[in-house]
């Protein structure tokens, strides 16, 4: 049963627009979630992360929304770059667990 | 600073072989997570460990598969008798502590052949 789910394989958005990557969850036990890039042949590389008392958090081009009551997040870039064409994986975990949920991913292009 | 160094960065094995990763976490982490992606999926928690100790090894095949990190030297990931199934790459994280943000390394892609 999968705990995190990214519903959408694939997004592909032009240069200049937003792109927005989605995520739903189950557990209601999840308290952090985050939000990692990978290219490929590499590792992932942590993005942007929030705690459960918040329903936004901001880093510059990058913005996390979470919807508690729809076990929801997504994941806003604007404006979209083609540097940042890579595959997205939402996570989850709980404070006191030790092993972040990972979902299937999302590949984002974006052309120029 | 170094980063989390895996290696090899792939690694070829015959059915039946044994296949061992390794991960030198960052300087300062004692925290390690080993992570397996599989085609087309996510990554999947296999282990966690601290110097010397399993904290949690829930995600873990029950058989082959066996993980330590002593108190010198890296972390080592041990698959006895790969199979063709055990082809997958597989990611190694640090962290500080518990809850920190992890660092990934870039990952051990192995093929069982």
């Known amino acids: 049963d999968q705990q995190v789910k990214q519903n959408s394989p694939s997004l592909s958005v032009q240069e200049g627009r937003i792109s927005i990557l989605n995520c739903d969850y189950t557990?209601?036990?999840?308290?952090?979630f985050l939000w990692y890039k990978k290219y490929p042949a590499e590792g992932p590389t942590f993005l942007i992360s929030?705690?459960?008392?918040?329903d936004k958090n901001e880093d510059g081009r990058f913005t996390v929304f979470l919807n508690k009551s729809a076990k929801h997040l997504s994941l806003h870039i604007v404006p979209s770059q083609p540097g940042d064409s890579a595959v997205y994986f939402c996570?989850?975990?709980?404070?006191?667990?030790?092993?972040?949920?990972f979902g299937k991913g999302t590949t984002l292009s974006v052309s120029s | 600073n170094a980063g989390v160094m895996q290696n090899p960065r792939h690694l070829v094995r015959r059915r039946g072989q044994e296949a061992r990763l390794r991960c030198s976490p960052m300087?300062?982490?004692?925290?390690v997570y080993w992570y397996r992606q599989l085609p087309e999926e996510g990554l999947k928690f296999m282990v966690y460990?601290?110097?010397?100790?399993?904290?949690?090894e829930s995600g873990m095949p029950k058989e082959r598969f066996s993980a330590e990190f002593p108190k010198e030297g890296p972390s080592i990931l041990r698959i006895q008798q790969v199979v063709r199934g055990d082809s997958a790459a597989y990611f190694c994280?640090?962290?500080?502590?518990?809850?920190?943000?992890?660092?990934f390394g870039s990952g051990t892609r192995l093929t069982v052949v």
């Open positions: 557990n209601s036990m999840f308290d952090y």
């Open positions: 460990l601290q110097k010397e100790n399993i904290i949690d």
């Open positions: 300087k300062g982490h004692s925290h």
């Open positions: 929030i705690s459960s008392i918040k």
């Open positions: 996570a989850a975990a709980n404070q006191a667990g030790t092993a972040l949920i």
């Open positions: 994280a640090s962290s500080q502590a518990v809850g920190d943000g992890y660092t």
